[in-house]
């Protein structure tokens, strides 16, 4: 399955609210996570189901989505989430894929 | 503290074998399905291989199939990535996760550097 995120780049002010596209080649039904990755880190679980937030995510973090769509939105972007951020599918494996990712700048 | 540490990367010539560890601190591992994940320099991420909790199901990326092979000793609680015939386009940043079920990555380190040049 050939995840598709878009845009590749985001410029979005601080305070201002961004949103992220997935593209699933088929349905995956709502079996997507998020993940965010900061230079030189790890990435960082943001979202599994689609729309639940892991452990200690804050709420400004949102999912939607299912089958072939899905987004993430910042609602209120703060300096720490200018970030990389992938989707990953975990509906048919293997393998498990991710989308190329979207930068968030400034 | 890092729960997830990775070690073994370093610098290694096309062809060659390298072996990466991965030690796990603060929870056992025993029950817990663990993967290799690589991020090659600039670019997105790309899973490489999955171990179920006993090791009984192993699964790789074509990518790597036939050349590299995953392990674990739970009384370590380690997993390991044994990577032969290696190429250039190997070279990337790996990193080792915790996997909820086989489903996503919950939890990774912080990732060793493989590069494979002449």
């Known amino acids: 399955i050939v995840m598709t995120q878009s845009p590749v780049t985001l410029s979005v002010s601080p305070g201002e609210r961004a949103t992220l596209s997935c593209r699933a080649s088929?349905?995956?039904?709502?079996?997507l996570a998020w993940y965010q990755q900061k230079p030189g880190q790890a990435p960082k679980l943001l979202i599994y189901?689609?729309?639940t937030r892991a452990a200690s995510i804050p709420a400004r973090f949102s999912g939607s989505g299912s089958e072939t769509e899905f987004t993430l939105t910042i609602s209120s972007l703060q300096s720490e989430d200018f970030a990389v951020y992938y989707c990953?599918?975990?509906?048919?494996?293997?393998?498990?894929?991710f989308g190329q990712g979207t930068k968030v700048e400034i | 503290q890092a729960l997830l540490v990775e070690s073994g990367g370093g610098v290694v010539h096309p062809a060659r074998s390298l072996t990466l560890s991965c030690t796990v601190s603060a929870f056992g591992i025993s029950s817990v399905t663990m993967a290799w994940v690589r991020q090659a320099p600039g670019k997105g991420l790309e899973w490489v291989s999955l171990i179920s909790y006993d090791g009984t199901d192993k699964y790789y990326a074509d990518s790597v199939k036939g050349r590299f092979n995953i392990s674990r000793d739970n009384s370590k609680n380690t997993v390991y990535l044994h990577m032969n015939s290696l190429r250039p386009n190997d070279t990337a940043v790996y990193f080792c996760?915790?996997?909820?079920?086989?489903?996503?990555?919950?939890?990774w380190g912080q990732g060793t550097l493989v590069t494979v040049s002449s």
């Open positions: 088929q349905s995956i039904r709502r079996n």
């Open positions: 996760a915790k996997m909820k079920l086989a489903l996503y990555f919950d939890l």
């Open positions: 990953q599918q975990y509906d048919n494996w293997p393998p498990w894929t």
């Open positions: 189901g689609a729309s």
